[in-house]
């Protein structure tokens, strides 16, 4: 029993894992649906090892493995996939020479693995994060990614699919992303100690915008999802504590 959440972790990184081989065939929604099940078992390892009782300092360390593939490494490889293409219709020449610095900018990605495994290390020996985050969450960026992803092929809101298209709008999309997963912004953990809404409120606040927008939105709210979890976030950390 004691090693079932490992078990779980490990299908984290199996899924995170496949999602890199779908993107790198070029199928991005099955390779986005296939990251949000990491964030599925990601959940459920730690749910089931609050069950079992079965904490152990080798399934923290696996945990943290399987988030960097699944929440740094697949995302970025989703971004890396849309990039180069947007590249290629922005800077043709830059491409047919193959000499051109501009070239350069289709690596931008690599940012995304290497500030969610410093993200990370800092997390795993943080004991301040216990109740809060600092910084943006792994699976939030992954989330932040493959709502792109998946909002643009299920919806018919031409900006996204500009957007994705967008090489300008990736970078910036990607430096953004991973600057905040390494800053020490204050950002709420969603884990519900209790159902009462006093000390819930920011989560509560969270839940409700998001359901909101999918009423309104559909699909096309997903990439809504982490613009509302921050301002949430900065909106409840900056507002005095309740009496």
Known sequence: MKHIPNLVTSFNLAAGFIAIIFAANGDLVTASWLTLAAMIFDFFDG???RLLKAYSDIGKELDSLADIVSFGVAPAFIVYKMLVPALHDTLPSAFASGTNPAVILMYIPVLMPVCAALRLAKFNNDTTQTTSFKGLPTPAN??????????????????????????????AYTVVL???????IPLLSLKFKNLKFKGNEGRYMFIGLVAISFVIFWLAAA???????????????KSPPAP
């Open 142 to 171: 992954a989330i932040a990614v493959i709502s792109l992803v998946i909002a643009a092929n299920y919806s018919s809101l031409s900006l996204l699919k500009s957007f994705t298209g967008s090489a300008a709008a990736l970078i």
């Open 178 to 184: 991973s600057i905040l997963m390494v800053t020490r």
């Open 47 to 49: 749910f089931s090892a």
């Open 223 to 237: 990439p809504l999802i982490i613009p509302i979890y921050i301002i949430v976030s900065l909106v409840r950390f």
